[in-house]
C-alpha cells in the first residue's frame, strides 16, 4: 500500500482561484468538475483517488490478457470495485504490463488517464504518478494543462456543460449524464457564499478525509475518514443531546459545539 502513498497536500489557499484564472472560467467551473469527477483527490489513507480501466488496459496491452485477466483485461469497461479497492486492480494489472497499467487509470481529482503524462508535461507516466501522490495543487497543474491542450477552455468559460463533458469524458458522458451533473454541480457552488479554500468546510454522508477524522475522533467513532451511516447516526445523537437541529450535517453550529 505504501508505494503510492505521499504527501496529499490539500488544495492551498487560493490555488482553485489561481486555476480558474488562468484558464478563464470562474471558480465554481472547476469546483464543479472537482466534485463530478471525485469530491477531493484523496483517499483517506493518502493515496491519490484512482479508476482502474481495464478495457483501456486491454488496448494498451493488444489483448494479451484478456483471456487469462478478463477481470482487469477485456474490451467491455466494468469490473470497478471502487475506492482503495481500485488498487487491487491496478497492482495486478501492474504485475502483468506496469507502464500500461499505470496508464490505464485515472488519477486523482480529476481523474485524469495515466496515458495522458508526457502530453501534460511529465516525462514519464511514473514521475505523473508520482506528482499525483503529491499534492491536489498537482492535480490542479495537470487539469488546467489538460483543459487548455485540448482547448476545452472555452467550453468551461462559456459553460457549455454537453461540449466540454464530450471532450473530457468522451462519448460515453451522455450515458453518465456528466453534462447534467456539471450544470447542478456549478448551480450549487455558483450560488453558495464566497469562501477560500481553508474555510472549515460543511460535513455531511458521502464525504471524505481528514476534517471527517476529526469530527470522528470527535464523536468517538472509528476514524476511518469516512462519513457513512455509523457517523451521521453520532451526528444526530450529539445534535439531540446538544439541543440542535438533529440533521447529521455538520455545519458551523455544529461544528463549534464540537470544539472545532
Not at 478563464?24 to 477531493?40: F, L, N, P
Not at 487548455?148 to 454537453?162: G, I, S, V
Request: net charge neutral.
Amino acid at each position: 500500500m505504501t508505494e503510492f502513498t505521499g504527501p496529499a497536500t490539500r488544495f492551498s489557499e487560493g490555488a482553485i482561484q489561481k486555476a480558474a484564472d488562468d484558464i478563464g472560467c470562474d471558480v465554481a467551473a472547476v469546483k464543479a468538475v472537482i466534485d463530478v469527477e471525485s469530491r477531493g483527490g484523496f483517499l483517506p489513507d493518502t493515496r491519490p483517488k484512482i479508476l482502474f480501466e481495464r478495457h483501456v488496459f486491454s488496448k494498451r496491452t493488444g489483448g494479451r490478457f484478456d483471456a487469462s485477466h478478463p477481470d482487469i483485461s477485456s474490451r467491455d469497461p466494468g469490473g470497478y470495485k471502487g475506492g482503495a479497492a481500485e488498487y487491487d486492480r491496478l497492482l495486478a494489472a501492474a504485475a502483468l504490463d506496469r507502464k500500461a497499467a499505470l496508464e490505464s487509470a485515472s488519477w486523482g481529482a480529476f481523474q485524469i488517464m495515466g496515458y495522458h503524462a508526457t502530453s501534460l508535461g511529465s516525462p514519464d507516466v511514473e514521475a505523473f504518478c508520482r506528482g499525483m501522490c503529491n499534492s491536489e495543487d498537482d492535480h490542479l497543474k495537470a487539469f488546467v494543462s489538460f483543459v487548455q491542450l485540448n482547448k476545452l477552455d472555452d467550453e468551461l468559460c462559456r459553460r457549455d456543460w454537453a461540449g466540454f463533458a464530450r471532450g473530457y469524458n468522451g462519448p460515453a458522458y451522455l450515458k453518465n449524464r456528466y453534462d447534467a451533473k456539471l450544470a447542478a454541480a456549478y448551480t450549487l457552488h455558483s450560488i453558495a457564499p464566497p469562501r477560500t479554500e481553508g474555510t472549515q468546510r460543511t460535513l455531511k454522508m458521502g464525504d471524505e478525509g481528514e476534517d471527517v477524522k476529526w469530527l470522528q475522533g470527535k464523536l468517538g467513532v472509528t476514524p476511518d475518514g469516512d462519513f457513512g451511516p455509523a457517523t451521521k447516526n453520532a451526528v444526530i445523537a450529539f445534535q439531540k443531546q446538544h439541543g440542535l437541529g438533529a440533521d447529521g450535517i455538520v455545519g458551523a453550529r455544529t461544528r463549534q459545539a464540537l470544539g472545532g
